[in-house]
C-alpha cells in the first residue's frame, strides 16, 4: 500500500512539474496512438462496410479470419511488422524501422481488424433493419452499408476510442519495432515497462497513473463534445 | 448539408491527410539522410543490462557533443542484439559476450572488435545464505547450491542468450553440473529450485527479490537496482567473474546501407582517452560500474 | 374525384409469376397488368402473397415468369409499413433520397421542399426525423417517395401501424397522389381502406391471385367460397 501511495505522490509531481520528458513521452504516446487509430479507421470502417454487404465465396472464411485477428497478441503483431521493415526484410529500403513512422504502422495493423469486425457488426445490423428499403430508394449495397456508417455514427465513435484504448495501452508492438529509443520511440507504456524491469516500481506505477489520467481527460472532453453534438443549445422546438 | 456534419467531416480529413503526411515524412527522412548525411545519427545495438546500469546517459552525450552524432540506443538481450547486427538494422554493436561477438566477426557481419571496459558478475542471494556460498570462488559457490543436505534453495536463470545467462552456464559447466537434470516440480528436498524466466537482468533481480532466490548479476544493474529486499552480494571477486564489453561496427560489406562511417566514428572515440576517461568516470553511490579497458 | 382517361397500355405487365422463399411457394402463375392511374388494393389473409407480389412488382424479389412494361427511365418508389429513417434531420433524410434517386444538386432543395410542403411537414424539416410520431414518419415517407416523383408507387401496409387520425391523413394524402396522376399499387389488410381509395381490387389466396376486379363490382358482386369468407372477416391467416 506503500507503494501505491507513493506512486500516486510521484505522479502528481510529475504532472505538476510538467517534467519535459514526460510532456515528450505523452505527447508521443498520444501521437502515434491517434495517428494510428485515423489511419485504421480510414481502412477498417471501409473495411467493416465492404464485409457487411460482400458475398462472394469464402466471405465467410474471411470473417472468421477478422474475428480471430481481434485477439492478435500485440507482441506478435509487433514481431511481424519487425520482420517486414527489418533491413534484411521486404520492406527494409524504406529505412523506417526503429521511428515512430514504424509504431504507426504496428499499432494499425493492431487495430485495423477491431474497427473492421465491430463496425461490420452493426452496419450488419442496422442493414437488417432498413437495408431493404435503401435498396428500394437506389443505393447499391456498398452505399447502403457506408450510409449506415453515417446513421450510425456514434457506434463509429464508440468503436474508434475502444481502438485508440487498445492502441494507447499496448507494448508489445511499440517494444520491438520502436526499440524503445530514449528521447525517440520511448513511449508512456515502454517506459513503464523499462522502470519495471530496472526495479523502480513506484516511478513504473505513477506513470501508469499519468496514463491513465491522461486517457481520462481525452474521454471526458471526447464525452463532452459528443453531448454537445447530440444535443445543440438553441435549436428552437417548433410550435405544433 | 448540416454544419455539424461538415465539420467532423473536415476533422476527418484532416486527421487521416496528418497521420498520413507523418507517416509519408518519416519514410522520407531517412532516404534523404542517406543522400546529405543531414540527420546524423547510428543506431547501436545494446544490452538491457547496460542500459539499466544508466550508463548512456553519462556516456553519450559526451560522444554528442564532439562529433555532433546522435547515438539512438536500442537495448535488448545480447542475443537479440548481434542478431539487429546481423540483419543490418543496427549500425554498431556494443555487447559483452566475447565468444558471441567473436563468431559475429568471424561469420563476416562486423568489422573488427575492441575491447572498451569490463565489470564483474556478482552472486548474489538472500542475506541468511542458506546454502553457505559466502566467498570469492563462483563455482564453489554454485556447487554448494546443488550440493545434498542443503535446505532448498532457489536460483533464477536468465534463460534468455545474454551474456549474463551465458557466464552462468559457463560456470555451471566448470563445476560439472547440469541445473536442470534434478528439475522437478515441486523441487525435492535437498535439490536446487531451478527458475528459468528468460527476461532481462531488471525483471531476474525482481523474480529473485519476491523469492528470495540467489541470482548472478552484473554489478552495474545490481548497483542501481532499488527494490533488493533481502538480497545482498555473496560471491565477488573472482577472476572468472570478470564481464568484458566489445564494440563491433557492422561490416559494410554485408549491409551498405549502415552508416559505417558515423559508426566507426563512435568505436573510436570509446576507445579514445577521452571516451575512458568518460567511462571511468560514472559511478554510482560513489562507485565505479565500469573498468575502461582499451587497448592503446 | 375520378381518374383521367386512361390509355389502355399497361404500365407494367406480370405474365405467370412465380416466387419460390426458402420451403415456401410464396406466389404462383400471378398474372397482373398494372395501368396507369390504377390504385390497385391487394388484399388478403396474412401470409397470401401481398408482400410477395409487392416486391416483384417493384424489382426486388427472384422469380420465374416474365415482367415487362416500365419504359426506361420510369420512376418506382415503395412506402413500407414501418419506414427507416436514417439518423439525420427530416430535410437530409429527403436530400439523401434524391440523391440515390439520381436527381442533380441543384434541383434537391428545391424539390424537398416542395415535398415537405405536400406532405405537411415543412415546419419539422430541421428536426431529427426519427423522433417525429408514427404518423409523420409514415407522411415524411410518402413525402421521400413523392419527391422522386414516381411513375408508379408501390405501398405495404402503409397504415397498419398508425392511429386513426394519423392513417386519415395519410389516406388524403394518397388520394391527393392519385389525383395527380400517379399510379399506386398498395397492400392492405383494412377492407375499408380498399374500398376508400382503391380503383381495383386483387385478391390472393395462398399465393394466388383469386380475384381482380373493379372496386364497385369487389364489393358489390357475389364472389365464391374463400374470398367471401375472406370479406366477412373469418379468413385473416392463409394457414388453413
Redesign the interface.
Known amino acids: 500500500m506503500n507503494d501505491v501511495a507513493q506512486s500516486l505522490r510521484t505522479a502528481l509531481d510529475l504532472i505538476g512539474s510538467a517534467d519535459t520528458v514526460l510532456v515528450r513521452t505523452v505527447a508521443l504516446s498520444l501521437g502515434v496512438s491517434a495517428s494510428a487509430c485515423a489511419l485504421a479507421a480510414a481502412l477498417g470502417l471501409l473495411a467493416g462496410a465492404w464485409l457487411a454487404v460482400a458475398r462472394f465465396p469464402g466471405h465467410r472464411v474471411l470473417l472468421l479470419l477478422l474475428n480471430t485477428l481481434l485477439a492478435l497478441p500485440s507482441v506478435v503483431v509487433g514481431l511481424t511488422v519487425y520482420l517486414l521493415l527489418s533491413r534484411s526484410g521486404p520492406l527494409g529500403a524504406m529505412g523506417i524501422l526503429f521511428t515512430p513512422a514504424a509504431m504507426v504502422i504496428a499499432q494499425t495493423v493492431l487495430v485495423l481488424p477491431v474497427i473492421a469486425a465491430l463496425s461490420r457488426q452493426f452496419v450488419a445490423d442496422s442493414l437488417r433493419d432498413g437495408g431493404d428499403q435503401l435498396r428500394s430508394m437506389g443505393a447499391g449495397p456498398l452505399t447502403s452499408a457506408l450510409l449506415m456508417l453515417l446513421h450510425d455514427r456514434w457506434a463509429v465513435v464508440t468503436v474508434l476510442l475502444t481502438a485508440f484504448g487498445r492502441a494507447i495501452a499496448e507494448v508489445g508492438a511499440v517494444m520491438i519495432v520502436g526499440g524503445n529509443i530514449a528521447g525517440v520511440t520511448r513511449v508512456m507504456t515502454t517506459s513503464i515497462a523499462l522502470e519495471t524491469s530496472k526495479g523502480d516500481l513506484p516511478l513504473a506505477l505513477a506513470l501508469g497513473l499519468v496514463l491513465l489520467a491522461v486517457v481520462a481527460l481525452l474521454n471526458t472532453a471526447m464525452a463532452l463534445i459528443a453531448a454537445r453534438l447530440r444535443d445543440p443549445v438553441g435549436v428552437p422546438v417548433p410550435a405544433r | ?2 454544419p ?1 456534419r461538415r465539420v467532423l467531416l473536415v476533422l ?1 480529413w484532416v ?2 491527410c ?3 503526411a ?2 509519408q515524412a ?2 522520407q ?3 534523404q539522410a ?1 543522400a546529405q548525411a543531414r540527420e546524423r545519427f547510428i ?1 547501436m545495438a545494446s544490452t ?1 543490462s547496460t542500459e ?1 546500469s544508466g550508463l ?2 553519462h556516456l553519450l552525450p559526451a560522444f554528442t557533443a564532439a562529433t555532433g552524432i546522435e547515438v ?5 538481450g545480447t542475443g537479440q542484439a548481434l542478431d539487429l547486427g ?4 543496427a549500425d554498431v554493436l556494443f555487447v559483452h559476450d566475447r565468444a558471441a561477438e567473436d563468431q559475429f566477426v568471424a561469420e563476416g557481419f562486423g568489422l573488427a572488435r575492441r575491447d572498451v571496459m569490463f565489470n564483474d558478475f556478482v552472486l548474489v542471494g538472500p542475506s541468511a545464505d542458506p546454502a553457505g556460498v559466502q566467498g570469492r570462488d563462483i563455482v564453489a559457490a554454485m556447487a554448494k547450491l546443488v550440493a545434498a543436505n542443503v535446505a532448498n534453495a532457489t536460483f533464477v536463470s536468465r534463460g534468455d542468450k545474454s551474456g549474463t545467462h551465458a557466464a552462468e552456464l559457463r560456470y555451471w559447466k566448470i563445476a560439472g553440473i547440469d541445473p536442470s537434470a534434478g528439475l522437478s516440480q515441486p523441487a525435492k528436498p535437498g535439490t536446487l529450485d531451478y527458475k528459468a524466466c528468460g ?5 531476474a ?2 523474480m529473485a ?1 519476491a523469492t528470495n532466490a540467489y541470482v548472478l548479476a552484473d554489478r552495474g544493474t545490481w548497483l ?5 529486499g533481502e538480497l545482498r552480494v555473496l560471491v565477488e571477486g573472482d577472476r572468472r567473474l570478470f564481464n568484458p564489453y566489445g564494440v563491433i561496427v557492422v561490416n559494410p560489406a554485408r ?1 551498405p ?1 549502415t552508416k559505417t562511417a558515423l559508426a566507426q566514428a563512435f568505436a573510436d572515440w570509446v576507445v579514445s582517452p577521452a571516451g575512458q576517461a568518460r567511462i571511468a568516470g560514472y559511478r554510482v553511490g560513489g562507485e565505479p560500474l565500469f573498468f575502461p579497458n582499451a587497448k592503446p | 374525384m375520378s381518374p383521367p382517361a386512361l390509355p389502355r397500355e399497361p404500365l407494367l405487365r406480370l405474365r405467370d409469376a412465380s416466387v419460390r422463399l426458402g420451403q415456401v411457394q410464396a406466389l404462383r402463375g400471378a398474372t397482373l397488368d398494372v395501368y396507369r392511374g390504377d390504385f390497385i388494393a391487394l388484399v388478403g389473409a396474412n401470409g397470401s402473397g401481398k408482400t410477395t407480389l409487392l416486391r416483384l412488382l417493384h424489382g426486388q424479389v427472384a422469380f420465374t415468369g416474365t415482367r415487362e412494361g416500365l419504359a426506361a427511365g420510369a420512376v418506382q418508389a415503395m412506402v413500407y409499413q414501418r419506414p427507416f429513417m436514417l439518423r439525420l434531420s427530416v430535410a437530409n433524410n429527403l436530400h439523401i433520397a434524391l440523391w440515390l434517386a439520381g436527381v442533380p444538386r441543384t434541383e434537391r432543395a428545391a424539390r424537398a421542399a416542395a415535398a415537405l410542403q405536400r406532405v405537411g411537414l415543412a415546419a419539422l424539416s430541421d428536426r431529427p426525423a426519427r423522433v417525429l410520431s408514427g404518423g409523420e414518419q409514415q407522411r415524411l415517407a410518402l413525402a421521400r417517395a413523392w419527391a422522386v416523383r414516381p411513375d408508379v408507387l408501390f405501398l405495404d401496409e402503409p397504415t397498419a401501424s398508425l392511429d386513426p387520425g394519423a392513417k386519415r391523413e395519410v389516406e388524403a394524402l394518397l388520394e391527393g397522389f392519385r389525383c395527380d396522376g400517379m399510379t399506386l399499387v398498395m397492400s392492405t389488410h383494412n377492407l375499408g381502406q380498399a374500398k376508400r381509395l382503391a380503383t381495383r381490387v386483387v385478391y390472393l389466396d395462398r399465393g394466388t391471385l383469386a380475384v381482380d376486379l373493379p372496386t364497385a363490382r369487389f364489393f358489390a358482386d357475389h364472389v365464391d367460397g374463400r374470398a367471401e369468407r375472406f370479406l366477412k372477416g373469418e379468413l385473416t391467416w392463409s394457414l388453413e
Open positions: 448539408m448540416n455539424w476527418a486527421g487521416a496528418a497521420a498520413a507523418n507517416v518519416q519514410v527522412a531517412p532516404a542517406q543506431v538491457t539499466q548512456f546517459p539512438r540506443v536500442v537495448a535488448v546481423r540483419r543490418g538494422d527476461c532481462g537482468m531488471g525483471p533481480l525482481n527479490s542501481s537496482f532499488r527494490n533488493r549491409h546501407h
